[in-house]
Nanobody, 131 residues
Framework: QVELVESGGESVQSGGSLRLSCAASGYSYTMACMGWFRQAPGKEREGVAYIYNADTLPSDGTTAYADSVKGRFTISQDNAKNTLYLQMNNLQPEDTAMYYC???????????????????WGRGTQVTVSS
């Protein structure tokens, strides 16, 4: 059974940086889309960054970002450690949210287009940015 556990959320001031981690275990497939999502109180869940995990394919490591975080957030993966990361720089108050990692089996790297099809989720880690 797939398990995802996020960590790294903290309270920071505007302009600060954080790195979120997501430890993954229990995978039985080798092609997956991994994503970071966030949800602020009263708002819909938003996908912010995606990466394709398929270490036998050239498309391994393909990334995509929401416009709101492009140039500030970087998603990466360490396959040896089964860990997903989200480096967040120049954080702003509007980045305040609960951040979740999620995954879904996918034979293609178009991870952002999968939307609601992500079927494994962590419990989240809180990021709070004060002005």
């Amino acid at each position: 059974q797939v398990e995802l556990v996020e960590s790294g959320g903290e309270s920071v001031q505007s302009g600060g940086s954080l790195r979120l981690s997501c430890a993954a275990s229990g995978y039985s497939y080798t092609m997956a889309c991994m994503g970071w999502f966030r949800q602020a109180p009263g708002k819909e869940r938003e996908g912010v960054a995606y990466i394709y995990n398929a270490d036998t394919l050239p498309s391994d490591g393909t990334t995509a970002y929401a416009d709101s975080v492009k140039g500030r957030f970087t998603i990466s993966q360490d396959n040896a450690k089964n860990t997903l990361y989200l480096q967040m720089n120049n954080l702003q108050p509007e980045d305040t949210a609960m951040y979740y990692c999620a995954s879904v089996y996918s034979p293609v790297p178009q991870c952002m287009s999968l939307g609601d099809k992500y079927d494994h989720w962590g419990r989240g880690t809180q990021v709070t940015v004060s002005s």
